[in-house]
């Protein structure tokens, strides 16, 4: 019977703008202040934490290998793909691969192409998932996996682009992946797992795709939720379209920043900026911040039902470098289908960008800071 280990898919290319939040960030520094690890140590905490996955038909021929990795001792994650349509699944450890063991899926999201397995009574050390952390182009990145049957192949390589698809954020990156890889972690320089290898584009090179760890952590907690508003609107002014190189992200939003090709210098230092704000409706924290946004647009606006139509918002933000301050200018808040139905009058305050915030990664990479 003819195996299949992955499914490529390709994914198109998006127009995200840059991005800051919905309202004023937290000063707290986020977890994100921690030592970077070695590649030998990275590559360690992969090893141990991996597993190969396998799936079956009713007559026991194998459908598809891939791979996957501790989230819980007892709970593994990989690609819904690699264990879709089989009547049996197992895995095994990196660590030991004669010895494979029953797997039972327990929680899937098709549109994420994400799956858990419990794989009770075997156990594994998890591995972090990064909840809050800046995604920037041209950081390196790790992968292990199982490419073509090769399980523990650990590589490395840049993350090459940030994509959205429908909803669904994730990396472009060029750490070589292989039919066999998918369900494997993507890992930062922490040793966090920021991704999850989907995809890859087989007619191009070094075309890899991984969905954000910010979907999987939603999958571990339950949530799949996702938008579900209609597309009215009285205005038809779409986004500016403007190169996407980082995304941060926290409990409540999705945050697109690009390089500093577009800011705009004014005559007393500062330079204004474009920003681009998704809501996160696949967490509960995300949920709930929207349904504020709904509720203040429904107050200005004096109609819930254009208020519901709320997608993503696209700020005017103006940046004071050398004092690291930031202010919102101007919110235009945009449908499902990219129009505009409501500005913000007036600019808001200045707010101070402290090290570790999703606020510090937005004045970082308009004002071009290295740290």
């Given at each position: 019977?003819?195996?299949?280990?992955?499914?490529?898919?390709?994914?198109?290319?998006?127009?995200?703008?840059?991005?800051?939040t919905s309202r004023r960030r937290s000063s707290q520094p986020k977890s994100a202040q921690r030592r970077s690890l070695t590649t030998r140590q990275i590559a360690q905490k992969a090893y141990?934490?991996?597993?190969?996955?396998?799936?079956?038909?009713?007559?026991?021929?194998?459908?598809?290998?891939?791979?996957?990795?501790?989230?819980?001792?007892?709970?593994?994650?990989?690609?819904?793909?690699?264990?879709?349509?089989?009547?049996?699944?197992?895995?095994?450890?990196?660590?030991?691969?004669?010895?494979?063991?029953?797997?039972?899926?327990?929680?899937?999201?098709?549109?994420?192409?994400?799956?858990?397995?419990?794989?009770?009574?075997?156990?594994?050390?998890?591995?972090?998932?990064?909840?809050?952390?800046?995604?920037?182009?041209?950081?390196?990145?790790?992968?292990?996996?199982?490419?073509?049957?090769?399980?523990?192949?650990?590589?490395?390589?840049?993350?090459?682009?940030?994509?959205?698809?429908?909803?669904?954020?994730?990396?472009?990156?060029?750490?070589?992946?292989?039919?066999?890889?998918?369900?494997?972690?993507i890992i930062n320089g922490v040793g966090e797992v920021i991704g999850v290898v989907q995809s890859q584009y087989r007619e191009g090179q070094n075309l890899n795709f991984a969905v954000l760890?910010?979907?999987?952590?939603?999958?571990?907690?339950?949530?799949?939720?996702?938008?579900?508003?209609?597309?009215?609107?009285?205005?038809?002014?779409?986004?500016?379209?403007?190169?996407?190189?980082?995304?941060?992200?926290?409990?409540?939003?999705?945050?697109?920043?690009?390089?500093?090709?577009?800011?705009?210098?004014?005559?007393?230092?500062?330079?204004?900026?474009?920003?681009?704000?998704?809501?996160?409706?696949?967490?509960?924290?995300?949920?709930?911040?929207?349904?504020?946004?709904?509720?203040?647009?429904?107050?200005?606006?004096?109609?819930?039902?254009?208020?519901?139509?709320?997608?993503?918002?696209?700020?005017?933000?103006?940046?004071?470098?050398?004092?690291?301050?930031?202010?919102?200018?101007?919110?235009?808040?945009?449908?499902?289908?990219?129009?505009?139905?409501?500005?913000?009058?007036?600019?808001?305050?200045?707010?101070?960008?402290?090290?570790?915030?999703?606020?510090?990664?937005?004045?970082?990479?308009?004002?071009?800071?290295?740290?």
């Amino acid at each position: 019977m003819k195996k299949w280990s992955a499914i490529t898919i390709l994914f198109v290319l998006l127009w995200p703008t840059w991005g800051q939040t919905s309202r004023r960030r937290s000063s707290q520094p986020k977890s994100a202040q921690r030592r970077s690890l070695t590649t030998r140590q990275i590559a360690q905490k992969a090893y141990s934490s991996t597993v190969v996955v396998y799936s079956y038909d009713e007559t026991g021929d194998e459908l598809a290998e891939g791979s996957g990795f501790f989230v819980r001792p007892n709970v593994v994650a990989t690609s819904y793909h690699v264990v879709k349509g089989s009547d049996e699944v197992k895995a095994s450890m990196i660590l030991y691969p004669n010895i494979r063991f029953g797997a039972k899926i327990i929680r899937f999201d098709e549109k994420t192409d994400l799956a858990l397995l419990d794989v009770r009574p075997a156990k594994g050390p998890p591995i972090s998932l990064a909840t809050e952390t800046d995604i920037y182009v041209g950081d390196t990145v790790y992968t292990m996996g199982n490419p073509k049957g090769l399980g523990g192949t650990f590589s490395s390589g840049v993350i090459s682009a940030n994509r959205e698809l429908d909803g669904v954020w994730s990396i472009q990156f060029t750490a070589p992946v292989s039919p066999g890889s998918s369900g494997g972690p993507i890992i930062n320089g922490v040793g966090e797992v920021i991704g999850v290898v989907q995809s890859q584009y087989r007619e191009g090179q070094n075309l890899n795709f991984a969905v954000l760890s910010v979907h999987l952590q939603a999958l571990i907690s339950g949530g799949t939720q996702r938008a579900n508003v209609s597309a009215m609107s009285d205005l038809n002014q779409p986004p500016p379209p403007v190169e996407c190189v980082a995304v941060a992200h926290s409990e409540t939003n999705v945050y697109f920043t690009n390089t500093r090709k577009s800011p705009v210098p004014t005559a007393k230092g500062t330079i204004i900026a474009s920003d681009k704000v998704v809501p996160r409706l696949d967490s509960e924290e995300g949920q709930a911040s929207y349904a504020g946004d709904v509720e203040l647009l429904t107050s200005n606006l004096g109609n819930r039902r254009i208020a519901r139509t709320y997608s993503f918002q696209v700020e005017a933000v103006e940046y004071n470098c050398p004092k690291r301050i930031s202010r919102v200018l101007q919110r235009v808040f945009y449908d499902k289908g990219g129009k505009s139905f409501y500005k913000t009058p007036g600019p808001e305050d200045w707010n101070q960008a402290v090290l570790g915030t999703v606020s510090y990664t937005m004045l970082k990479t308009a004002c071009g800071f290295t740290r």
